[in-house]
């Protein structure tokens, strides 16, 4: 069963949305990879007191932290621009069987 990843740094949502608008082909090189590693879904969240949440869906957690360490060259200097000044915070989610699921194909 696939695992919920999520990470969560502190950062100006608003500028990232800038750098990725201003420079679509390198966050798309980044996602790329990170399907070929085996990211099922992505979503890139913001709040507004300086947060941003990525969440994805992988196969396990080893498929994301081999994609992250093998990505950090290009990851890193992106959220550096963003205001990130902190290692994330990342959190692998598993689904639990609790009987209620609506949405998102139940």
Not at 6 to 22: F, V, Y
Not at 54 to 63: A, F, G, L, M, N
Request: glycine share 8%.
């Amino acid at each position: 069963m696939s695992v919920l990843m999520t990470m969560r740094i502190k950062g100006d949502p608003a500028s990232l949305e800038k750098r990725a608008g201003a420079e679509p082909d390198a966050i798309r090189a980044i996602a790329d990879d990170a399907k070929n590693h085996g990211l099922i879904a992505h979503r890139f969240y913001g709040s507004d007191d300086g947060q941003i949440m990525v969440i994805d869906e992988w196969p396990d957690p080893e498929s994301f932290q081999r994609f992250f360490a093998a990505n950090q060259e290009r990851i890193g200097p992106m959220m550096a621009e963003v205001g990130a000044t902190a290692e994330p915070e990342v959190t692998f989610w598993r689904e639990l069987d609790t009987h209620d699921k609506v949405g998102w194909g139940a």
